[in-house]
């Protein structure tokens, strides 16, 4: 075995890791980082386009209604994403940010937010508009049900939860994030059967057996910085 594939592997056994909190400096030990991303490097602004679905009759091409908004890009201060030679992302932590928009979004649903921690075999739905591998067309929208495996508790304080491949109850096989899916949402059904969010999705990786595993940032380890950001004028 390479040292390239030894530290792979040993990356992946670190995604893994179901013990007590998980440290920095023992994750990257024996890591050769390229690249750092954190709240410094993040863009100032950006614009957000929101999609309204229109009430689809049987047979009829699916339509929606869409606007552009502007806004200020506000990363959470402790974001931190490092990556390898192979540009794969190492240590991941407070991977999340708000944008406040120059003007309030327009018919659109107020998306509520959980603030309970997600749990092991807890079934979620993540959505998303990446193009997928090997092909797609970026933009269309394809959502899917999988269920919490892990949760990774680090020592920054925030928490990401993993699910892995696997089997739903119902037999049909759990959907995994998709290339260019990274930002979008992850939903928990509610005890009165609302949906709300409770994860930001970060990214894929396999591990040793060639199996998926999808990486998603928790919202509840950031609920009091979340707060804090929707509470400003």
């Not at 594939?5 to 980082?33: F, P």
């Not at 999609?51 to 506000?74: C, D, F, H, K, N």
């Not at 193009?131 to 929208?141: C, H, I, N, V």
Request: glycine share 10%.
């Amino acid at each position: 075995m390479s040292e390239r594939e030894a530290l792979g592997k040993a990356a992946i056994a670190r995604l893994e890791h179901r013990g007590d909190v998980i440290s920095r400096a023992e994750s990257l030990r024996g890591q050769r980082l390229d690249a750092v991303l954190d709240s410094s490097r993040c863009a100032s602004s950006a614009k957000v386009r929101t999609l309204i679905y229109e009430p689809q009759a049987p047979g009829e091409a699916e339509s929606a209604r869409q606007m552009t908004y502007s806004g200020l890009v506000i990363p959470h201060p402790r974001l931190e994403l490092l990556y390898d030679e192979e540009g794969s992302v190492v240590w991941s932590s407070a991977d999340l940010a708000v944008i406040r928009l120059d003007m309030p979004v327009k018919d659109a649903p107020v998306v509520k937010r959980t603030t309970a921690e997600a749990r092991v075999g807890e079934p979620i739905v993540m959505a998303g508009y990446g193009p997928g591998e090997p092909l797609g067309l970026a933009g269309e929208r394809h959502s899917g049900e999988n269920q919490v495996s892990w949760l990774r508790k680090l020592d920054s304080g925030s928490v990401e939860f993993v699910v892995a491949q696997q089997r739903m109850p119902s037999g049909q096989v759990a959907s995994h994030l998709d290339a260019g899916d990274s930002g979008g949402g992850c939903w928990r059904t509610e005890s009165d059967g609302t949906l709300a969010l409770i994860g930001i999705a970060g990214g894929n990786a396999r591990n040793g057996r060639g199996e998926s595993l999808s990486v998603f940032t928790s919202i509840s380890s950031h609920e009091e910085w979340l707060s804090q950001q929707l509470a400003e004028p």
